[in-house]
């Protein structure tokens, strides 16, 4: 596809523009949790306390892989909204300005991770897994640039309707991740420490490549050249108004899945852990195409709220969540009468085949998370899109910390249904908290219909 078009198709009809955007995004989300399941996988087989260690691991990694998709986020929000006003220098400046952050916000973190790590590993009781959870983690943290601007980088091409460089990026890390872990792993034998450098290696090379198309090939629709750079305060803050919530809501995220190991372990202990890990590995998978839906609904709805269209937002919003239940639904129904056959990838060795029935039963429950969650995710997408991260993080707040939380121990512990409650409380909070989200959602395009009536289309007359 042209630039011309990719332009024409993000400022067109919003449904033709969320089915073509959300394909490409369906496949490069799959490609990104093929190689993380990759590395469950792989991982799995050297026992359960591997396993437990990137459960400990994982929340802490997304919290700072949120940084860069935060730093996306708000850059795909602010360039679509430019492009929809068709204030195309704006956009350029945009994109420079988050390349710009995802290099002071690397430098940063990467500095206080390595220096805390151990007391970060204690606090959330990594207990007798911190040994395998440092060698994996000081890898991994320590090239945290490779995946903040790999987000940032793939945000850039996705906000001007490039979807198939994003998604040959991501293809170029998860295949080269999926050949490189058991190589690194067992082969090499490098253990833990392999499949961290797996990642890293497979991370860098996606970044080489958009580099290239960015700075070196030079075809994007905008022009990231550095003389376009004009520090703004105002883009800036802009900017930071969409990342800081968004990667706040990777830390909820990572809050949440800490609380709820927490709550496993004392509910039963470390393997629970790893269960809950393997499980929520597959409970991800099954949520890419509701992810790429709402991907596809931020370009389009930054798009639609830039240049003043409420019909096009309202229909952004409501196509995407039927479009989502839709996935939903299907996809539910295959981990339900599958979770015995998927839980056995993960009990491949006799380090970890006691696990097999725990996982099937995990993945049962946890499938109706998937069915719980479209309305809340496009919600929060579509706020996101029109700049309002703040309220996209008071629904995911709302949602997760607080609901998911509460509803885990009041199912677990309250009423005394164990691992399984706390589970079944996960998938109660997720869904209340969404139709929260849902109704404000609706209220919010309803308002904002009146002022583009009561604004804009008498000027067009």
């Known amino acids: 596809?042209?630039?011309?078009?990719?332009?024409?198709?993000?400022?067109?009809?919003?449904?033709?523009?969320?089915?073509?955007?959300?394909w490409p995004m369906m496949v490069s989300m799959l490609l990104i949790m093929l190689y993380n399941l990759a590395d469950s996988i792989w991982v799995a087989g050297l026992g359960a306390d591997a396993l437990a260690a990137i459960g400990f691991i994982t929340p802490l990694f997304m919290v700072l892989i949120g940084l860069g998709n935060g730093i996306g986020a708000g850059a795909n929000s602010l360039i679509a909204r430019n492009i929809g006003a068709k204030r195309y220098d704006?956009?350029?400046?945009?994109?420079?300005?988050?390349v710009v952050l995802s290099i002071i916000v690397s430098i940063i973190f990467t500095v206080l991770i390595e220096v805390f790590m151990v007391p970060i590993l204690q606090f959330m009781g990594a207990g007798k897994t911190i040994g395998y959870a440092m060698d994996y983690s000081y890898i991994i943290f320590g090239f945290l640039f490779v995946f903040v601007f790999s987000g940032v980088a793939s945000a850039i091409f996705r906000s001007e309707g490039d979807m198939r460089r994003a998604t040959i990026a991501i293809a170029v890390t998860a295949i080269l991740n999926i050949i490189?872990?058991?190589?690194?792993?067992?082969?090499?034998?490098?253990?833990?420490?392999?499949?961290?450098?797996?990642?890293?290696?497979?991370?860098?090379?996606?970044?080489?490549?958009?580099s290239y198309w960015i700075w070196g090939k030079k075809d994007l629709y905008l022009d990231l050249s550095p003389k376009n750079f004009k520090y703004s305060s105002r883009i800036m803050i802009d900017t930071l108004q969409v990342a800081i919530p968004s990667t706040l809501e990777n830390v909820i995220f990572s809050a949440l899945a800490?609380?709820?190991?927490?709550?496993?372990?004392?509910?039963?202990?470390?393997?629970?852990?790893?269960?809950?890990?393997?499980?929520?590995?597959?409970?991800?998978?099954?949520?890419?195409?509701?992810?790429?839906?709402?991907?596809?609904?931020?370009?389009?709805?930054?798009?639609?709220?830039?240049?003043h269209n409420h019909v096009n937002l309202k229909?952004?919003?409501?196509?995407?969540?039927?479009?989502?239940?839709?996935?939903?639904?299907?996809?539910?129904?295959?981990?339900?009468?599958?979770?015995?056959?998927?839980?056995?990838?993960?009990?491949?060795?006799?380090?970890?085949?006691?696990?097999?029935?725990?996982?099937?039963?995990?993945?049962?429950?946890?499938?109706?998370?998937?069915?719980?969650?479209?309305?809340?995710?496009?919600?929060?997408?579509?706020f996101q899109g029109v700049g309002k991260g703040v309220y996209s993080l008071i629904i995911t707040l709302l949602?997760?910390?607080?609901?998911?939380?509460?509803?885990?121990?009041l199912f677990g512990f309250i009423f005394g249904w164990g691992v399984v409650g706390i589970y079944a409380g996960v998938v109660f909070g997720c869904f209340v908290g969404g139709t929260l989200g849902y109704i404000w959602a609706k209220f919010f395009i309803r308002e904002f219909k009146k002022i583009s009536i009561r604004k804009y289309v008498p000027q067009n007359e």
């Open 180 to 210: 490189l872990d058991p190589l690194f792993i067992y082969i090499l034998n490098l253990g833990i420490a392999g499949a961290a450098w797996a990642t890293v290696i497979s991370a860098s090379m996606s970044c080489i490549v958009m």
């Open 90 to 98: 704006e956009a350029n400046n945009s994109g420079l300005h988050a």
């Open 1 to 22: 596809m042209s630039k011309s078009k990719n332009i024409e198709m993000i400022t067109g009809d919003p449904k033709r523009a969320i089915r073509k955007l959300a």
């Open 315 to 382: 229909t952004a919003h409501s196509y995407s969540i039927k479009l989502g239940f839709l996935f939903s639904i299907s996809i539910g129904i295959v981990m339900y009468v599958f979770s015995s056959q998927i839980a056995t990838i993960f009990s491949y060795t006799a380090a970890s085949a006691a696990m097999a029935p725990q996982i099937a039963t995990a993945i049962s429950v946890l499938t109706l998370f998937v069915l719980a969650i479209p309305h809340g995710i496009m919600s929060s997408m579509m």
């Open 258 to 307: 800490i609380i709820i190991n927490s709550l496993l372990v004392m509910a039963a202990d470390t393997t629970a852990v790893a269960v809950y890990t393997a499980s929520m590995r597959i409970v991800q998978m099954a949520m890419i195409p509701l992810l790429g839906i709402g991907t596809a609904v931020l370009t389009v709805s930054g798009v639609a709220y830039g240049a």
């Open 399 to 409: 949602r997760s910390l607080i609901l998911e939380s509460v509803f885990a121990y």
